[in-house]
Protein backbone atom coordinates (compact mmCIF):
# COMPACT_ATOMS: atom_id res chain seq x y z
CA UNK A 1 0.00 0.00 0.00
CA UNK A 2 1.73 3.23 -0.88
CA UNK A 3 1.35 6.56 1.04
CA UNK A 4 -1.61 8.61 -0.84
CA UNK A 5 0.70 12.21 0.27
CA UNK A 6 4.13 11.00 -0.89
CA UNK A 7 5.49 9.35 -4.60
CA UNK A 8 6.07 5.80 -4.31
CA UNK A 9 6.45 5.28 -0.74
CA UNK A 10 5.36 2.12 0.67
CA UNK A 11 3.39 2.33 3.80
CA UNK A 12 4.38 0.11 7.09
CA UNK A 13 2.77 -1.54 9.80
CA UNK A 14 3.12 0.28 13.61
CA UNK A 15 1.53 -0.80 16.60
CA UNK A 16 -0.35 2.40 17.85
CA UNK A 17 -2.46 1.00 21.20
CA UNK A 18 -1.80 -2.44 19.99
CA UNK A 19 -3.76 -1.68 16.56
CA UNK A 20 -1.11 -2.29 13.15
CA UNK A 21 -2.12 0.87 11.58
CA UNK A 22 -0.29 1.88 8.18
CA UNK A 23 1.97 4.19 9.07
CA UNK A 24 4.40 6.49 5.83
CA UNK A 25 8.20 6.53 6.91
CA UNK A 26 8.20 9.41 4.91
CA UNK A 27 5.32 11.96 5.90
CA UNK A 28 4.41 10.04 9.03
CA UNK A 29 0.79 9.80 8.06
CA UNK A 30 -1.00 7.27 8.77
CA UNK A 31 -3.68 5.14 7.55
CA UNK A 32 -6.75 3.49 9.27
CA UNK A 33 -9.25 1.19 8.86
CA UNK A 34 -12.92 1.40 9.71
CA UNK A 35 -13.19 1.31 13.67
CA UNK A 36 -9.54 1.89 13.89
CA UNK A 37 -9.90 5.44 15.09
CA UNK A 38 -12.10 4.47 17.43
CA UNK A 39 -9.68 2.32 18.92
CA UNK A 40 -6.28 4.02 18.85
CA UNK A 41 -7.53 7.16 19.77
CA UNK A 42 -8.55 8.00 23.81
CA UNK A 43 -11.59 6.43 24.77
CA UNK A 44 -15.26 8.92 24.51
CA UNK A 45 -18.78 7.56 25.11
CA UNK A 46 -19.96 8.37 21.24
CA UNK A 47 -18.14 6.89 18.02
CA UNK A 48 -15.28 8.83 16.87
CA UNK A 49 -15.40 8.32 13.18
CA UNK A 50 -19.89 8.57 13.48
CA UNK A 51 -19.57 11.54 14.62
CA UNK A 52 -17.35 12.99 12.14
CA UNK A 53 -19.98 12.02 8.70
CA UNK A 54 -22.55 14.78 9.76
CA UNK A 55 -21.78 16.77 7.00
CA UNK A 56 -20.36 14.16 4.54
CA UNK A 57 -22.97 15.13 2.01
CA UNK A 58 -21.30 18.97 1.89
CA UNK A 59 -17.66 17.83 2.09
CA UNK A 60 -14.85 18.51 -0.30
CA UNK A 61 -12.79 16.11 -2.27
CA UNK A 62 -9.59 15.52 -1.13
CA UNK A 63 -6.35 15.80 -3.46
CA UNK A 64 -5.56 12.38 -1.91
CA UNK A 65 -6.62 9.24 -3.11
CA UNK A 66 -7.28 6.40 -0.93
CA UNK A 67 -4.19 3.86 -0.59
CA UNK A 68 -6.80 0.79 -0.69
CA UNK A 69 -8.93 1.82 -3.53
CA UNK A 70 -6.46 3.79 -5.77
CA UNK A 71 -8.50 5.76 -7.73
CA UNK A 72 -11.22 6.97 -5.18
CA UNK A 73 -10.32 10.52 -4.07
CA UNK A 74 -10.95 10.81 -0.23
CA UNK A 75 -13.10 13.68 1.35
CA UNK A 76 -12.62 16.25 3.74
CA UNK A 77 -14.16 15.96 6.95
CA UNK A 78 -13.81 17.78 10.26
CA UNK A 79 -13.05 15.22 13.30
CA UNK A 80 -16.19 15.55 15.17
CA UNK A 81 -17.95 17.44 12.80
CA UNK A 82 -16.75 20.71 14.53
CA UNK A 83 -13.47 20.88 14.94
CA UNK A 84 -10.41 22.73 13.19
CA UNK A 85 -9.19 19.30 12.80
CA UNK A 86 -9.58 17.81 9.32
CA UNK A 87 -8.93 14.06 8.14
CA UNK A 88 -9.01 12.56 4.74
CA UNK A 89 -12.08 10.10 4.32
CA UNK A 90 -12.62 7.26 2.09
CA UNK A 91 -16.19 7.13 0.78
CA UNK A 92 -15.61 3.10 -0.37
CA UNK A 93 -13.92 1.54 2.41
CA UNK A 94 -14.49 3.99 5.13
CA UNK A 95 -10.80 4.38 5.78
CA UNK A 96 -9.39 7.38 7.44
CA UNK A 97 -6.06 9.28 6.41
CA UNK A 98 -4.42 11.35 9.31
CA UNK A 99 -1.67 13.52 8.68
CA UNK A 100 1.52 13.77 10.94
CA UNK A 101 0.03 15.75 14.05
CA UNK A 102 -3.64 14.87 13.63
CA UNK A 103 -3.88 12.00 15.98
CA UNK A 104 -2.45 14.40 19.18
CA UNK A 105 -4.78 17.23 17.50
CA UNK A 106 -7.79 14.49 18.13
CA UNK A 107 -6.86 13.61 21.24
CA UNK A 108 -6.83 16.70 22.31
CA UNK A 109 -10.02 17.34 21.27
CA UNK A 110 -11.45 14.21 22.81
CA UNK A 111 -9.88 15.07 26.19
CA UNK A 112 -11.49 18.65 25.76
CA UNK A 113 -15.09 17.01 24.87
CA UNK A 114 -14.48 14.68 28.27
CA UNK A 115 -13.67 17.31 30.73
CA UNK A 116 -16.44 19.48 29.54
CA UNK A 117 -18.91 17.27 29.78
CA UNK A 118 -19.13 16.24 33.00
CA UNK A 119 -19.14 19.90 34.61
CA UNK A 120 -21.83 20.94 32.46
CA UNK A 121 -23.98 17.64 32.88
CA UNK A 122 -23.44 18.39 36.96
CA UNK A 123 -24.66 21.91 37.13
CA UNK A 124 -27.44 20.62 34.53
CA UNK A 125 -28.40 18.34 37.13
CA UNK A 126 -28.29 21.10 39.85
CA UNK A 127 -30.45 23.13 37.87
CA UNK A 128 -33.24 20.77 36.93
CA UNK A 129 -32.83 19.13 40.96
CA UNK A 130 -34.00 22.84 41.76
CA UNK A 131 -37.01 23.87 39.67
CA UNK A 132 -39.88 24.46 41.22
CA UNK A 133 -42.85 21.41 39.74
CA UNK A 134 -45.21 24.14 38.84
CA UNK A 135 -47.16 22.34 36.46
ZN1 LIG B 1 3.92 9.92 3.01
ZN1 LIG C 1 -10.82 3.41 0.29
Known sequence: MKCPNCCNVELTVKEVEGINVQLCPSCSGIFLHKGELQ???HHTAGDVEYSSLANLETSTISEL???ICETEKMVNINFASYSDVIMQ???KCSGIWLEKGELAQINAEID???HDEEPWEHSFKVFVSKLPFMW
Open 112 to 114: KLN
Open 89 to 91: YCR
Open 65 to 67: SCP
Open 39 to 41: KIA
